[in-house]
């Protein structure tokens, strides 16, 4: 905990190089991206025998884009599944065994780091939340407010089949996983579109 | 149709940045990211007046990291949301009004495209298709393939106030939205573990 910024290693990269990925890909140094790069690193220094790891991630708010940007796991290459139970945790797997581990926030060792707690438990609204500080406690935290446990991932419950074969959707003509009926979800009312006309636009 | 390889700009990068850009992120040269690239930069030429738009994606294979790499909107910042309908599509809306465009592949126009819709259809295994012959392919049909249309995103279908207010789980002890509950829906059962052991890990 008397280590300096510039001493801070997350998954191989400084700390000032890590930030500066944040800043290009996320777009804005988030707190919840910083706290996320501490916990992939403790979930990869403590991940799984095996060559290859899949990840899953328990929240859709900044974590994923920490895993993304630090593992070779992402959503469109499939190696990084969201399962949104809001919990700010994450999981590296061995992706045959489903043998892996999870990183999680330590609610209970949150009592000495006040800004971290309001974050985590929004006891005060973003305007409100000075990050600057924030960001500074959770430089000082670090792994200090994780815990890492063993889990046993069902694989079963995460592998979908329903991408094996494709027809021509009746309703809207295009493409859709044949397993999901005779018309794709956006026909049966899954679209989050209050209208789509089929105007052509500027192509070129 | 008669240009070459070196003319193609996706969304301000050369062709070649961009095959640079995939291997970074998604790892391998995918071609449903090089596909994914050309419907990116279609959809983002026809975006929405308005400072910002934020992106859905109705697939989660391979074009959610066309949408990451090649525009602001990630999954971690929430500008980007991918809703699972198994279509091969994606929109840019502005974000107050709802109002954007919508970027599909067109299976009327695949015949042509022998591979593209072998690719599109699942029609051979991955074993079994030629990746090169499909992404040559892809690169001479560009935006030929692809279709735009106008939309209006149901703003109010696609906002989530789940976040709002935190509390600890009776359960396993971690925070978790307080509208899911008394316990997290990770202690509900929704959770992908078989088992999950609370033993400390190294961390340091």
Redesign the interface.
């Known amino acids: 905990m008397t280590s300096t910024r510039s001493e801070i290693i997350i998954c191989r990269h400084t700390y000032d190089e890590y930030i500066e990925m944040i800043k290009a890909?996320?777009?804005?140094i988030?707190p919840?991206?910083v706290l996320?790069g501490f916990m992939v690193d403790?979930a990869y220094?403590?991940r799984p025998q095996g060559e290859f790891f899949d990840a899953?991630c328990?929240t859709?708010?900044?974590?994923?884009?920490?895993i993304?940007l630090l593992t070779?796991c992402?959503?469109?290459?499939?190696w990084l599944?969201?399962?949104?139970?809001?919990?700010?945790?994450l999981?590296f797997f061995e992706k045959y065994t489903?043998n892996g581990?999870?990183v999680?926030?330590?609610?209970?060792k949150l009592d000495g780091w006040p800004e971290i707690k309001t974050f985590?438990?929004?006891l005060k609204s973003k305007k409100e939340q000075d990050s600057e500080v924030l960001i500074r406690e959770i430089n000082l935290a670090r792994?200090?407010i994780?815990?890492?446990?063993?889990?046993?991932?069902?694989l079963g419950?995460?592998k979908s089949s329903?991408?094996?074969?494709?027809?021509?959707?009746l309703g809207?003509?295009?493409?859709?996983?044949k397993a999901?009926g005779d018309i794709?979800?956006?026909c049966k009312g899954?679209?989050?579109?209050?209208?789509?006309?089929?105007?052509?636009?500027?192509?070129?």
């Open positions: 890909f996320h777009g804005h988030a919840g991206m996320g403790l220094r403590n899953i328990e859709r708010a900044c974590l994923p884009d920490a993304q070779p992402t959503v469109g290459n499939g599944r969201i399962i949104d139970l809001g919990r700010f945790a999981s489903g581990v999870r999680y926030v330590d609610s209970s985590l438990f929004k792994a200090s994780l815990a890492v446990q063993k889990v046993a991932v069902d419950a995460i329903r991408r094996d074969t494709f027809a021509v959707c809207c003509g295009e493409g859709f996983p999901d794709c979800l956006g899954k679209a989050p579109y209050l209208s789509c006309a089929r105007t052509g636009l500027q192509k070129d």
